[in-house]
């Protein structure tokens, strides 16, 4: 069973460098077979169908980050800012097509009722995760002010990812630790540092 698990892993994270480098029309069997170095029909074996390929890169897209976002001990406002410039960092680097796949994924959530339902449940469960972060962290949130967080974040790199330097700083992004800051300062307006 771990060898089976670690398999739809490889795919997974084979679907997630498709979706990434070809965008959704790329996204086939064979693509992704080739993308993880394995025999053609072994995707096809484990995940049937295109939607099922879909399901398994949005869940594997989410793991991996809710992984990253687990394994921080917070208890202060300035390590919840360090982690979020962390995270955001590994985004614009490493993780770059995990967050260019997952931009993928909610495009076609717009046209697909399964992709849909699946970041749906997995947005709902993101948004848990960083509203215990922050009460962690000692703000007081509430689901509203967790969602206007990540809500903003999520918006954030999309523009950092797409735009230009220009458009970056007319946004404030072109000084995250600032932008981050400034985010919250303005969402928890009562919690000092």
Known sequence: ???????????????????????????????????AGLPEGTAKNYFPTRDSL?????????????????????????QLLALLRQLIDRALTVNRPRVLAYIELHAEASRNPQVQRTLARLTRADLDLHLAAHQAAGLPATRESAAIVTLTINSALTYLLTQEPDVLAS???????????????????????
């Open 54 to 78: 879909l399901q398994a890169a949005a869940e594997r897209c989410v793991e991996r980050y809710w992984s990253e976002l687990r394994q921080a001990e917070l208890h202060t406002v300035d």
């Open 1 to 35: 069973m771990v060898e089976n698990r670690a398999r739809r892993d490889q795919l997974g994270d084979a679907a997630i460098e498709v979706l990434a480098g070809q965008g959704g029309r790329g996204l086939t069997h064979r693509a992704v077979d080739r993308a």
């Open 171 to 193: 946004y404030g992004l072109d000084d995250l630790d600032h932008f981050l800051s400034r985010l919250i300062s303005t969402t928890y307006p009562h919690h000092r540092r």
